[in-house]
Each structure stands twice: as structure tokens, then as C-alpha cells.
């Protein structure tokens, strides 16, 4: 199951903490950012993907203003340019909300991209670093299905078209879905327990 709740007002964020999605206590939460050039610091979108403990998986999606310049790189990537975010909040009134939220929650992401753009975002505005239990689902994913080494891979786009999943790329809450997605099908390949093992072993 699957249900997405769009947060881009600045009125959504006011009430964040005290909003029912983020007042909830999930399994964990899957987190994919979208950048607005080369330097991993200058998130456009911020997506999440809550997994509660049936599996049901609700999504959030934030559009920021990076106040730095778009390439073009990226916007043909993802779609989202300067006239996307206008009037959009900044990294620093998103991730300050919901820096409690996802202290408490592990978090995965698809490659660690996502980690240091994170940190990244933090330094640039001098907040400190976000402390979270960090999971690869990449890693959790090679662990699953090892035969896709040398075999198209183990990235999101690879394992779409492999396990069937149904998403859009380069949208940062269906891909961080996608993520949840993969550490969920891989829990029921294997029959490990990903998340609240203490360790995802070696690479």
C-alpha cells in the first residue's frame, strides 16, 4: 500500500512537528534528494518514504529554493529549475522541522549521495550535521540479488525493470518509495531482517 502527501507551503511546514504523519513512529524511513547542480549541497526536493511496521509505505515530497544557480544538467535530469521553486522554503526551514523526526527513525538511502547531501546542505547554512542511523539499500540490494553484478547493476534504474517496480525516477519521494521498495522485497528474498540487524556487513 502507498499513500503520498505533497508538503511545498510554507503554511505545511509551520505545522510540521505537529503534523500526524511525522508525529507517528515508523520501521524506517527512506530519504532521496534531488540537487540543483554539481555541488551535493544545493538540494532542490527532499523526498521521504515512511515504512510503518504492516509495510505500507506513505510518502512527503519538498520543493526548496537551493539560492544557487540551476545547471542544466540537472534540470533536463529531474525537470525541476528555478521558476519549481520560486517562493519555495530553504534547506535550513525543511530539515530543521523534521531534524527530530528523522534523528529517530534509521534512515535509508539509495548510494550514500543522499548522506552527504545532506551534510553538505547543513554546512552550507551551519547547522549541524544531521545524526541518523544510515542504512545503503545498495548495499542491502547486492546482498539480495548478487547475480546482478556485471548484470545491469544494482542502481534504481536497473532493479525497476528486475523486481518490477513502478516509479518515477529522478522524483525524490518515488524514488526514496523505491528504495523503501528494495530493502522490503529484499527482506523477503533473503529473510534477513535489513533494518534492525545492527550491521549490513561488508560491501
Known amino acids: 500500500m502507498h499513500k503520498q502527501q505533497d508538503l511545498f507551503h510554507h503554511a505545511a511546514l509551520a505545522e510540521l512537528t505537529d503534523a500526524q504523519l511525522f508525529s507517528?513512529?515508523?520501521?524506517?524511513?527512506?530519504?532521496?534528494?534531488?540537487?540543483?547542480?554539481?555541488?551535493?549541497?544545493?538540494?532542490c526536493q527532499l523526498g521521504l518514504a515512511m515504512v510503518d511496521h504492516s509495510g505500507t509505505i506513505?510518502?512527503?515530497?519538498?520543493?526548496?529554493?537551493?539560492?544557487?544557480?540551476?545547471?542544466?544538467?540537472?534540470?533536463?535530469?529531474?525537470?525541476?529549475?528555478?521558476?519549481?521553486?520560486?517562493?519555495?522554503?530553504?534547506?535550513?526551514?525543511?530539515?530543521?522541522?523534521?531534524?527530530?523526526?528523522?534523528?529517530?527513525?534509521?534512515?535509508?538511502?539509495?548510494?550514500?549521495?543522499?548522506?552527504?547531501?545532506?551534510?553538505?546542505?547543513?554546512?552550507?547554512?551551519?547547522?549541524?550535521?544531521?545524526?541518523?542511523?544510515w542504512l545503503n539499500s545498495v548495499i542491502i540490494a547486492r546482498k539480495a540479488w548478487p547475480q546482478l553484478r556485471g548484470n545491469g547493476g544494482h542502481g534504481l534504474g536497473n532493479l525497476k525493470k528486475v523486481l518490477g517496480l513502478d516509479f518515477r525516477h529522478h522524483d525524490a519521494a518515488e524514488d526514496a518509495r523505491a528504495a523503501a521498495q528494495v530493502v522490503l522485497l529484499a527482506e523477503a528474498e533473503t529473510g534477513y531482517n535489513f533494518i534492525d540487524s545492527t550491521r549490513q556487513g561488508s560491501d
Open 24 to 43: 507517528q513512529s515508523y520501521r524506517f524511513v527512506a530519504l532521496d534528494v534531488e540537487t540543483a547542480n554539481a555541488n551535493q549541497g544545493s538540494i
Open 58 to 133: 506513505e510518502t512527503a515530497s519538498f520543493m526548496i529554493d537551493p539560492e544557487v544557480r540551476f545547471a542544466t544538467f540537472n534540470i533536463q535530469l529531474h525537470g525541476i529549475g528555478p521558476e519549481t521553486v520560486a517562493g519555495q522554503p530553504r534547506f535550513v526551514d525543511v530539515i530543521n522541522p523534521l531534524r527530530d523526526f528523522l534523528g529517530r527513525h534509521p534512515l535509508v538511502q539509495h548510494s550514500p549521495f543522499d548522506q552527504k547531501a545532506i551534510s553538505g546542505a547543513c554546512q552550507r547554512y551551519d547547522l549541524p550535521d544531521l545524526k541518523a542511523r
